[in-house]
C-alpha cells in the first residue's frame, strides 16, 4: 500500500490537558474571580452526567428525556447504601453505579428496539414512573423531602483519609473521577464499539445487515449511559449532603438535553462538556441579573435549535475550517 | 450441493399473495440474475431471500444450512452480504470508515472498548483494499454523504464486500445510473465476479443478459423461466415481452 | 354484585375524567396528525389560555375609568363566555408564531421540533410566571355551572359534568370538521400525503400555520374549561402535555378516535385506581402506557408513522 489511512487515537490530547489544567486548577482561581467551589462541584458532576448522556443522544442517536431517573436512582442508592449498608465513600459511590445501571438496564429490555418518537416517549415514561416512585415511597426513600442524614464522610485513599466536608476537597474528589470517565469514555468512542454506536444512529437497519447486534448494542449504551448518571448522582448526593425527587422530575431530565445540545452533543465529544459550564455559568450570572434566567436559557436554546442545531461546537468547527480555508487560499 | 437455495417460499401481507412458490437456485461461483416486471414481486423475493422478511412457508438454505427466518445479522455472520436499492450508506462516515465499520474484525470486536478501530493499519489497509476494488482509491477520507451518485453506488457495493462475503446479493444496481454509470458497473461487476459469487436482482434486462451465467424471470410471484441467458432469449415470455430484443 | 355497584360511581367519574383527558389530547392529536411533531408546548400552551382566560374574566381596569365600570358591571357568565371564545384567538396566535419559529427545523430530524418546542414550554412557563406570578390561581367561573349535587350517597361536582359535556361536544365538533367539511380532507391528506397536498393546490405553508393555530387554540380551550377544576399555577403545561403525549401514543399516533379511546382508557385507570389507592392514581396511566405500547408497538389504532425513524 501507497498509503495508509491508519491514524492512531491518542490517549490523551490537546483538548483534554486544557481542560484538565483549566478545571482542575479551579479551586486556585476560582474565587479569585468571584465563582465558589460549589460551583465546581456542581460543573463537574454535571459535566460526567452529560458526557454519559450524549453517548445516547449524540452518539447513538437516541433520545432520552427521562435520564433524571438514573441520575437520581444513584443518589438514592449513594444514601440508602451509606444509611443502612456499610460507611464506606468508595463502595457507596459504586452503589450508585450499580443502581443506575441496574435501573438502565431494566428499562433499556423495554424499548431498545425502538427508536425515535416512541423510544423519546417511552423514557419520559419510565422517567415519570421513577420520579412518582421515589416521591411515594416514603419508608424507603423518604418522600418528597428525600434522605436528609446523608452525609460527606471519609475517602479512604489508602496511605491516608480525606475528608470530604470542604467544598474544594470534594471537588478535587469529583475532579479525578471526571478525569477517569473522560479518559474511558475517549477510548470508547473511539473503539469498535463507539464506531457501531454512531453507525446505529445514521442507520440503524443497514448497521444490522453489516453483522452488529443492533438490540444488544442499543441496550448496553442505554445501561451504559444509565451507570454514568448514577455515577454523577451519587456524587451529587454527597455535594448535597441529601438525595430527593426533584432530580428525577422532568425539568430536570430536560436540563441535561438541553446542556448536551447546546453545546453541541451532535457533532463533537465535548459538546456536553462545554454546555454543561455553559448552563451553570448561565444561571449564575443571568441569575444575579435577573430572577428569570430560565426564561433567557430557554430562548438561547431556541436560538440554538433553530439557527445552529449542531451548538457550540458545531459553531467553533465551522469557524476553524473557514479559517483554515482562508489560510489556504 | 448448491451454495444457496430457495424453496417453495411463499410471502404474503395481509390477504395480498406476493409471492405464490418461488424455488430457486445459486450455484458457487455463478453470477445468478432475477429479473421480472415491476410489481411482479422481485423485492419482495430478494428481502426474503436476504432474511429481511420471513417467508409464510419455505425454506432458505445457505451451504446446507436452513437460515429460514434468521435475524439479518445472522445471516450476515454466516457469509452472506446484500446491497440496497435505495441506498443505505452511513452518510456522515468518511467512505473509508464505512467499510472498516463494516470489516468482520470490526463486527467481531464490537464489545472491546479497548480497540483503536482507526489505528490498525491491517484493517486500514483492509479497507483501502476493498475501496479499490470498486474504484474509490483516492475518495477515502471524503464523507459518504458528499460523494456523487454514481460512487454511492459503488460504495454501497463496496460496503457488502467489507465483510468478506461467500455470497453477495445485489438489489437494483444501476437504479437511477445513467448510461455511463451503468456502463462502469457492468466492468466493475465483470470484475467481481470473476472472484465472488453474486445474485443480482434487476429490471435493465440489457445489463443482465450481458453478465449472468444464469436468470431467473419471476412474474405474479412465480418462476415463470430460467435457465442461461441464451435459453431465455428463446423463451416465450422473454420474446412477447420484447425484453429479449434489447439483449 | 356489590363490588361493582361499589366501583360504579368510580366508573362514572373516571368516564368524565377520560372526556376530559380526550379534550386535552384534541391540539396535541390535529398538531401530530398533520405535521408529524410532538409539541412540547402544548401544555405551556393550555396554561397560558387559562391565565388569559383569567385576566379577560377579571382584568385590573381600575385606570380605564368608565370603559372598567362597564366591563366589570357585566355579568359573570357573560364575561366567561367573552373569554372562552377569545382566549383560545389569543393562543392561537402565539402558536402560529412558534411554527414561524419551527420553519427551519423541517426536513431535519425530527428530534430538533421536538426540542425547539420543549424549548418554546420552558420559554412560555417562564414568561407566564413573570406576567402573573408563581402563586396558585383560580379562575372563576359562572355559578350556574359551580356547586355540585349529591347522588347515591357521593358527591358530584356540576363543574365536572359540565366539562366531561363541553369536552364531549368538542370532540364531536372537531371530529365533524375534519370529517365533513372540505378544509378537513385538507388536513386529513396533509397527516398521510403532503404531495398530495401540494397537487391539490393548497399551500402547504399555510396549511401548517392554520393548523398549528387551530391545534394551539384548542390547547387553550381546553385549558380554560379545565384549569377550575386543576387549578392554575405556571407548571401546569408539564401535568398536561406529558398526559397528552401518553394518550396519543396509547391510542395510536394519527388516529382520531384513538385519542378520544386513549383519554377515555387513561381516566378509567386514573379514576378506578384513584378509588383503591389514591397515593398511585398518577402513576398508574404510566404503567398503562408501558403495558400498551410493550404489546401493541403502535398504539391501539396506530398506523405506521414517519416519527418512528
Redesign the interface.
Known sequence: MSTSFAKKTPFITRPMIVLFLALGTFPLWGTSVGLYDYLGVEIVIWIIYALGFNLLLGYT?L?SFGHGAFFGVGAYSYGLFQLNVFESVWLAVAAGVVGGAVVAGLVAC?ISH?????Y???T???G??CW??SM?WHTVTGGEDGLLNVHRGTLNLLVTDASLKDNADLFYFAFAVLVAVVLILWRLVHSPYGKALQAIRMNQMRAGFVGYNVWLIKWSVFTLSGAIAGLAGGLFAIAQESAYPDVMS??AS?FV??MT?IGGGFVSFWGPVIGAIVFFVARDFLGSITE?W??W???M??GV???K?EGIAGAFQDFVAKRRARVEN | MALFEAIHLHKRFGDQVVLEDISLTFEAGQLSGIMGPNGAGKSTCFNVLTGHYKPNAGKVMFEGKDITGLPPRVIAGMGIARSFQLMNLFDEFTVIENILVALPESVAKSFNIGHDIMGNSSATDRAADVLAKVGLTGRELELAGNLPYGERRALEIGVALASEPRLLFLDEPTQGLGADGTARLEELIGELKKTYSIVIIEHDMKFLFGLADTISVIHWGQVIAQGSPDQLRDNEWVRASKIGDAA | MDIILNLLPHLLNGLALGLLFALIALGFMLIVGVMEL?NLAHGSLFALGAYVAMTIIDPNLSGYGAFGEWYMGLSLTLRYIIALAFAPVIVAFVGMGLEI?MR??YG?????G???T???A??LE??I??TWGSAEQVLQIPDAISGAFIAGGMIYSNYRFFAAGFGLVLILVVWLFLEKTPYGSIIKAGAHDSEMVRALGVNLTRLRLLVFGLGAGLSAIAGVVLTPIWGLRPHVG?DVV?PA??II?LGG?GSFWGAVIGGILVGLTVGIVGALAP??S??SM??L??IV??FR?RGLLGKK?A???
Open positions: 442517536g433520545p423495554f425502538r427508536r425515535g418518537i416512541y423519546a416517549l417511552m419520559i415514561a419510565f415519570q414512573v412518582f416512585v411515594k422532568l425539568h430536560g438535553v438541553m445540545l428569570t430560565l426564561l436559557y430557554g430562548l436554546f431556541m435549535i433553530i439557527f442545531p | 410532538i419559529c427551519r427545523t431535519k430530524k425530527a428530534e430538533y421536538l426540542l425547539l420543549y424549548g418554546a420552558l420559554v417562564e414568561t410566571r413573570i408539564v406529558i403525549f401518553l401514543v399516533i397515593e398511585w398518577l402513576m404510566y404503567i402506557l408501558i405500547i410493550t408497538t408513522s416519527l418512528e425513524n
